[in-house]
């Protein structure tokens, strides 16, 4: 059990659709990172939030946004869904100071059809 | 060419072997996980480490900095070791993200 859980845990949706994941941090966690993982490959970083604030950003479009809230929780939206987006998407929550761990989420499966 | 790579990709053994997987990167980092993910999804960190050797019971991690490399060893392996883990590097600057490598399955067979 690593204190951050992620909803919803599956997702369908239609293509052009929006969506919305929502990630709880481990407390005491500032920093949360998100990440998609197409079937088959390792997870790519899409973006980090430390303290409310986008802190670096991937190579995905801006149709990928988020947000990070007061209690460090956060949440991450997919416009205009494309097949593409089909993946796992995880979070990973963390205490940015230093070389600290990251704890991961079990992760949403979006498929979009 | 990946930033991170790991072989092989694809591993099976017999229980009881010793089992090791290798990670190498090309990037400057700060750290390094070793991360655990089952079928389904949700990722367990096994180990971060910066430096020399760490343990956790059947598990063993090592990184040589110098050589930007890293590996993981189980000895005993069980049928529940059967997982795919994956090497990622803590890239740091200003944003401490992950790049991770695409994975080692493992499959342990009794």
């Known amino acids: 059990e690593t204190g951050v859980t992620q909803s919803p845990t599956h997702l369908i949706k239609t293509r052009g659709q929006q969506v919305t994941l929502r990630c709880s941090s481990q407390?005491?966690?500032?920093?949360v990172s998100w990440y998609q993982q197409a079937l088959g490959q390792g997870p790519q970083f899409i973006f980090q939030y430390y303290r409310e604030e986008e802190n670096g950003r991937g190579n995905f479009p801006p149709r990928f946004s988020g947000l990070q809230f007061p209690n460090y929780s956060s949440e991450l939206n997919v416009n205009a869904l494309e097949l593409d987006d089909s993946a796992l998407y995880l979070c990973?929550?963390?205490?940015?100071?230093?070389?600290?761990?990251?704890?991961f989420g079990q992760g949403t499966r979006l498929t979009v059809v | 060419k990946n930033e991170v790579e790991q072989s092989p990709q694809n591993l099976t053994a017999q229980e009881g072997e010793f089992i090791t997987i290798n990670c190498s990167y090309s990037?400057?980092?700060?750290?390094l996980h070793w991360l655990q993910q089952h079928p389904g999804g949700g990722i367990v960190s096994l180990f971060m480490?910066?430096?020399g050797k760490k343990k956790h019971g059947r598990l063993i991690a090592t990184i040589n900095i110098q050589e930007k490399h890293s590996s993981l060893h189980i000895t005993a392996s069980h049928p529940r070791d059967s997982a795919v883990y994956i090497c990622?590097?803590?890239?740091?600057?200003?944003?401490?993200?992950?790049?991770f490598g695409t994975g080692t399955l493992l499959a342990v067979q009794p």
């Open positions: 480490l910066s430096s």
């Open positions: 990973a929550s963390s205490y940015r100071q230093g070389n600290t761990e990251a704890f």
């Open positions: 407390s005491g966690h500032n920093t």
């Open positions: 990037v400057g980092i700060s750290a």
């Open positions: 990622a590097v803590l890239y740091g600057g200003a944003t401490n993200k992950l790049i």
